[in-house]
């Protein structure tokens, strides 16, 4: 079994910073695609940014504020956030795609506001 377990949410005042990170833990014998993905109250989920096990990444519509970075000597993810607006509240997800299946952690939230 896999465990991710995030941490770096908390609240921050609009055009602030944070810096999410995921840890990946257990019996682990390969990684490949990890992700961040966030759910807003009343949305559903969406993706906010993926990288390959080789750091190619693909960003939704925060590229150019958020940066997806991945150390896989440590099996971690990291979401760095800046610019951050008030539509960027949310519960934040990581994603991952380990041995061979696919594993969530249970969430940080961010909030945004003044």
């Known amino acids: 079994q896999v465990q991710l377990v995030e941490s770096g949410g908390g609240l921050v005042q609009p055009g602030g910073s944070l810096r999410l990170s995921c840890a990946a833990s257990g019996r682990i014998f390969s990684i490949g695609n990890m992700g961040w993905y966030r759910q807003a109250p009343g949305k559903e989920r969406e993706v906010v940014a993926t990288i390959t096990s080789t750091g190619s990444t693909n960003y939704a519509a925060v590229k150019g504020r958020f940066t997806i970075s991945r150390d896989n000597a440590k099996n971690t993810v990291y979401l760095q956030m800046n610019s951050l607006k008030p539509e960027d509240t949310a519960v934040y997800y990581c994603?991952?795609?380990?041995?061979?299946?696919?594993?969530w952690g249970q969430g940080t939230q961010v909030t945004v506001s003044s």
């Open positions: 994603n991952a795609d380990a041995n061979v299946g696919n594993y």
